[in-house]
């Protein structure tokens, strides 16, 4: 299961409601979506993969990935969070299967190698069917990152997993700095669920979506989407259940969440430019200088995102594109949406 809703607004000028940031080449040359899908297909083939979106973003996502048919997706009705999409995901599965095993992924994470990540999730697969356990990935954390859930690892479980003793949401420098010397992983959000194990725990632990899964039993999807709360997993399930683990990443990784995250995971210049499309840096240094739309030269400058798409320039200092939430706040809508809107 591919996640695959949200507008990657943090990435604006050139991600939109109708082209998401999963559908830019962020991290390399193919859209994030297509990097996520081609990095599983040798664990998962293409006919066990389904898209989780709303329906405006089918076309664009077939568009970039012709190889998907209506088939592969999973529309959502409405926009509830992680915690019903994911329930009515291992819904589908368990009426096909269910001693099942559910991988969660989303579409706009880097991830390399490939080929470690999907030995891991492999392995994840077995010991979350023979455990009964709810795992998550956890991400070694190289930098005190504040924008990042971080996990507190408790007991080691037999194969390499182990307890999740605490989830803790974004901390500040200072305590992701403790964080990082205590052992603490990052909560890079990447789940392996037996889905009969899953769907039980909803019911135990997670009351206010559980007593819904009968509608989903009888298939009104619908009416499931129309009263299920608006609830991540992390907060519905995880927090709540003593079924969780976790295993330590054996790959590079990052959530691709703003645009300082392309100095990451693109290879920069010799003084650590980006450049992409028709785009120059001079006497510069430390920018991201990204064009869809003519020439855009940047001249004398030191740590800054200039950005030009679609007669839309964004020139901002690279602290500061992790607010550009706020930025959109207070701009027209035609900005927002862009020409696509």
């Known amino acids: 299961?591919?996640?695959?809703?949200?507008?990657?607004?943090?990435?604006?000028?050139?991600?939109?409601?109708?082209?998401?940031?999963q559908l830019l080449p962020l991290a390399g040359p193919d859209p994030l979506i297509t990097a996520t899908i081609e990095r599983i297909l040798p664990l998962v083939p293409l006919d066990r993969i389904r898209i989780l979106a709303g329906q405006p973003l089918v076309k664009p996502i077939r568009r970039v990935v012709p190889q998907l048919d209506d088939g592969h997706f999973l529309i959502e009705p409405r926009v509830r969070g992680t915690a019903a999409i994911l329930a009515?995901?291992?819904?589908?599965?368990?009426?096909?299967?269910?001693?099942?095993?559910?991988?969660?992924?989303?579409?706009?994470?880097?991830?390399?190698?490939?080929?470690?990540?999907?030995?891991?999730l492999s392995d994840a697969a077995v010991i979350a069917r023979r455990e009964k356990l709810l795992l998550t990935i956890g991400a070694r954390p190289d930098r005190p990152e504040?924008?990042?859930?971080?996990?507190?690892?408790?007991?080691?479980?037999?194969?390499?997993?182990?307890?999740?003793?605490?989830?803790?949401?974004?901390?500040?420098?200072?305590t992701a700095e403790r964080y990082i010397g205590?052992?603490?992983?990052?909560?890079?959000?990447?789940?392996?669920?037996?889905?009969g194990v899953f769907l039980d725990q909803l019911r135990e632990h997670t009351p206010e979506l559980g007593a819904l899964l009968p509608l989903l039993d009888a298939g009104d999807v619908h009416s499931f989407f129309e009263q299920v709360p608006n609830?991540?997993?992390?907060?519905?399930?995880m927090e709540r259940t003593d079924r969780v683990g976790v295993m330590g990443a054996t790959f590079e990784w990052d959530d691709v969440g703003s645009w300082d995250a392309v100095l990451r995971?693109?290879?920069?210049?010799?003084?650590?430019?980006?450049?992409?499309?028709?785009?120059?840096?001079?006497?510069?240094?430390?920018?991201?200088?990204?064009?869809?739309?003519?020439?855009?030269?940047?001249?004398?400058?030191?740590?800054?995102?200039?950005?030009?798409?679609k007669g839309v320039t964004l020139v901002s200092p690279r602290s500061r594109v992790g607010d550009l939430k706020k930025l959109i706040e207070q701009l027209p809508d035609h900005l927002v949406r862009g020409d696509d809107g």
């Open 1 to 21: 299961m591919i996640l695959a809703g949200g507008a990657g607004s943090r990435f604006w000028p050139v991600s939109t409601p109708s082209r998401p940031k």
């Open 88 to 120: 009515w995901a291992a819904h589908e599965i368990a009426r096909q299967d269910p001693d099942g095993v559910m991988l969660s992924l989303h579409s706009d994470h880097a991830i390399q190698p490939a080929a470690a990540f999907r030995d891991l």
């Open 146 to 174: 504040t924008g990042y859930g971080y996990i507190r690892p408790g007991e080691t479980l037999e194969g390499g997993a182990q307890r999740v003793a605490q989830f803790i949401e974004k901390p500040d420098r200072a």
């Open 182 to 195: 205590d052992g603490y992983l990052w909560n890079t959000g990447i789940f392996v669920f037996p889905v």
């Open 231 to 237: 609830l991540t997993i992390d907060v519905g399930l």
């Open 265 to 309: 995971t693109r290879t920069p210049d010799a003084d650590g430019n980006v450049l992409h499309g028709d785009a120059y840096a001079v006497d510069t240094s430390g920018s991201v200088v990204w064009s869809e739309d003519g020439s855009v030269v940047v001249f004398g400058a030191e740590d800054m995102v200039v950005v030009r798409t």
